[in-house]
């Protein structure tokens, strides 16, 4: 079974210019997961979709972060524009639900800097 | 305070030893409970549920206390592979349609020693 597949998994930008990701999560998974992790912290939630549907996006920071989930497979996560605190990797998840004890899958992560 | 709480460590540990490792949560509406393992520049990769009434795993064994909001994972006999960061994870049930998502802690790292 191929897993949560990332792209790019790294980019340098410079601060204010744009960046987007991609992820597609494993066949069948109807929950996709967006992750920031920032250096020596746990990852942190910004979005997840069910289907193509966003269920929570309360930590996303709508105002330079956006995120969209086609046909309820790819998923892409763009930052517009980038400031020096968004260094960090960013995860996508996926799991076959929503809801209860399943296990998320993590890709390999895309990890970027911002100079 | 946060969600999800861990002592960030570092662990050092010789070979052979017995750790512990412990997580609280504050959200009583938590339904579900996980240990994850994330090795260096890794992602997480899930490496057991927890149990009301404990499980184990080998060399692993995780404990749940509701009452106290408390987690705890338990590693025998250390192994150099051991080393890496765990990370608690709560599944927090959001509202009545059943939505829920995921909370991490921040991590506790472990280092084995030869």
């Known amino acids: 079974e191929a897993g949560v597949a990332q792209s790019p998994r790294y980019k340098i930008i410079e601060k204010r210019q744009s960046v987007a990701f991609w992820c597609n999560p494993i066949?069948?998974?109807?929950?996709l997961y967006w992750y920031q992790q920032i250096l020596g912290q746990g990852p942190k939630l910004l979005i997840q979709?069910?289907?193509?549907?966003?269920?929570?996006d309360s930590q996303l920071p709508k105002d330079r972060f956006s995120a969209e989930r086609l046909k309820g497979v790819d998923s892409t996560l763009k930052i517009q524009p980038a400031k020096l605190e968004d260094s960090a990797v960013y995860l996508c998840?996926?799991?076959?639900?929503?809801?209860?004890?399943?296990?998320?899958?993590f890709g390999p992560g895309t990890r970027l800097t911002v100079t | 305070r946060k969600e999800v709480e861990q002592d960030p460590g570092p662990f050092n540990v010789p070979e052979g030893a017995t750790v512990a490792f412990n997580c609280t949560y504050s959200?009583?509406?938590?339904?579900?409970f996980f240990w994850y393992r994330q090795d260096c520049r890794k992602e997480p990769k899930l490496l057991m549920s927890?149990?009301?009434s404990g499980n184990e795993d080998g060399r692993f064994t995780a404990q749940l206390n509701r009452a106290s909001q408390y987690i705890s994972l338990l590693i025998r006999d250390s192994k150099l592979s051991d080393s890496a960061t765990y990370l608690c994870?709560?599944?927090?049930?959001?509202?009545?349609?059943?939505?829920?998502?995921?909370?991490f802690g921040t991590g506790t790292r472990l280092k084995v020693l030869a």
């Open positions: 998840a996926s799991s076959p639900r929503l809801a209860g004890a399943y296990e998320q899958y």
């Open positions: 066949s069948g998974h109807a929950t």
């Open positions: 979709f069910q289907n193509n549907g966003v269920v929570d």
């Open positions: 959200n009583s509406a938590s339904q579900s």
């Open positions: 927890v149990y009301s």
């Open positions: 994870v709560v599944n927090i049930r959001l509202d009545e349609a059943g939505t829920y998502k995921y909370i």
